[in-house]
């Protein structure tokens, strides 16, 4: 499999100064700031960048595991909330809150609610941030 890149860079201080992002294969870049990661301000950041990665992989990860368990995954839908809160004096990221909903043609809930599970648990960017308190809200929109 390949090894997938990205770059930052920053320029000044902390406060002040500006950032640019962009991935390897050229799909993205965006700028970021102080602001637009500990504030409100315009621009990305590298929580909205874990939670696209992360949002991106689950969903993936639980339409691969109905599809090869015999279901056929009309669609999968997922939000992630990166929570950045201070622990100890410094920023870290606490909680990740994915909200789930999938249309998934003949499974019951409580069939769909094990997948989702499975998926949360072995989605390779879950396993990246097992740091992280990982919540799942899953609902299954027949």
Not at 17 to 29: L, Q, T, V
Not at 79 to 92: H, I, Q, R, S, T
Request: glycine residues 10%.
């Amino acid at each position: 499999m390949p090894t997938r890149k990205a770059k930052a860079s920053w320029n000044g201080d902390l406060k002040n100064g500006n950032g640019s992002m962009s991935f390897g294969s050229g799909a993205y870049k965006g700028s970021y700031t102080f602001k637009s990661r500990f504030k409100d301000g315009t621009g990305t950041n590298p929580e909205e960048l874990i939670g696209a990665a992360h949002a991106g992989c689950f969903s993936m990860a639980l339409s691969a595991d109905l599809a090869e368990a015999g279901y056929a995954p009309e669609a999968v839908t997922t939000n992630a909330d990166v929570a950045l809160e201070m622990v100890d004096g410094d920023p870290a990221i606490t909680t990740i809150t994915l909200n789930v909903t999938a249309n998934i043609p003949d499974i019951d809930d409580g069939e769909f609610q094990k997948f989702a599970e499975g998926a949360k648990k072995n989605c390779p960017v879950s396993k990246a941030l097992a740091g992280v308190n990982i919540v799942l809200n899953a609902t299954l929109e027949n």
